[in-house]
């Protein structure tokens, strides 16, 4: 686990940012700058990563603390991208190009069916794009926002 924060500390990033909570090497924070041009821009978001023992070899659970308006974040911050499952995960996945990943999630939700965890944000992302965006902005601004 130190390999991994050494890496994140060498090479880091104004996207994403973590570290280990408390005394516990496995339980991390981290946060996700809202990407610029998103409903998501100007917020941070918080995120709890829960790394096994078996790390690599399987992969970590990892939720929004911050409270979000996306289809792949449920109600509760759990996530749901096809690489953190575990028949889909690649043991060559590092901690960054994890937090790449749910970082591009905010840019490119993932929409098509089987692939969200909220169905009606998804139906309102594809079929009504201004009021996903406003709820969202609304969402960011109340919740991953200063003031």
Request: glycine share 6%.
């Amino acid at each position: 686990m130190r390999r991994y924060l050494l890496d994140l500390q060498r090479n880091p990033s104004p996207i994403y940012s973590a570290g280990v909570e408390a005394e516990d090497v496995y339980v991390w924070t981290a946060t996700i700058t809202g990407p610029p041009g998103t409903p998501y821009e100007g917020g941070v978001f918080f995120l709890c990563i829960i790394f096994s023992q078996d790390f690599p070899w399987k992969p970590p659970k990892v939720h929004f603390r911050t409270p979000i308006f996306h289809p792949n974040v449920s109600h509760r911050g759990n996530i749901f991208p096809p690489m953190l499952m575990p028949d889909t995960w690649c043991i060559a996945t590092s901690v960054a190009q994890m937090l790449m990943s749910l970082a591009q999630m905010l840019l490119h939700p993932l929409v098509a069916e089987g692939d969200v965890v909220r169905e009606e944000v998804a139906v309102m992302y594809r079929e009504d794009r201004a009021s996903y965006e406003e709820l969202a902005r609304s969402f960011t601004k109340i919740h991953a926002m200063d003031g």
